[in-house]
């Protein structure tokens, strides 16, 4: 049985630029990119969640938390329906090392390893898409009201 996953990602942001995971969908053969983040657990507030999976995902501490806003993103990914309600929060990195590298090397909760770069929002389009939808929207809208 397909049920509805409760996620909550956050958006770290260089000058034009964002930190997101590169993936790839065999099926539909699309690079795609999102921010870090990943699953609530049971009990968890989304900001815990968020604080946690920054943790295990690249061993990092964040700070200034900020909510955006919550999508709803339904979709396929190789070949498998999905559906994702996601909390966005925009945050900042405690270790300011973090943003003078292209790259960081971290991990998925499956011990994947994973690339995370990044992206000017420039880069964003359909050709190469930045999930959950609904995102890119999200973020202009907050950068008009900042």
């Avoid at 000058?15 to 699309?30: H, P, R, S, T, W």
């Avoid at 994973?114 to 939808?133: D, E």
Wanted: charged fraction near 25%; charge should be negative.
């Amino acid at each position: 049985m397909s049920q509805i996953r409760a996620l909550a990602v956050c958006v770290f942001r260089r000058e034009d630029c964002i930190l997101v995971i590169e993936a790839n969908d065999q099926v539909k053969g699309e690079t795609f990119y999102r921010p870090l983040g990943g699953g609530i657990e049971f009990g968890e507030t989304s900001l815990d969640a968020v604080k946690r999976e920054i943790r295990e995902e690249i061993g990092a501490e964040i700070t200034d938390l900020e909510y955006l806003g919550v999508l709803e993103n339904i979709f396929t990914y190789d070949g498998e329906p999905g559906h994702e309600i996601v909390q966005i929060y925009d945050g900042r990195f405690l270790n300011d090392s973090l943003y003078l590298v292209a790259q960081i090397q971290g991990v998925e909760s499956n011990g994947v390893p994973m690339t995370v770069l990044w992206k000017p929002l420039s880069y964003f389009s359909a050709r190469h898409p930045l999930y959950p939808s609904g995102l890119m929207n999200l973020l202009q809208k907050a950068r008009h009201e900042a």
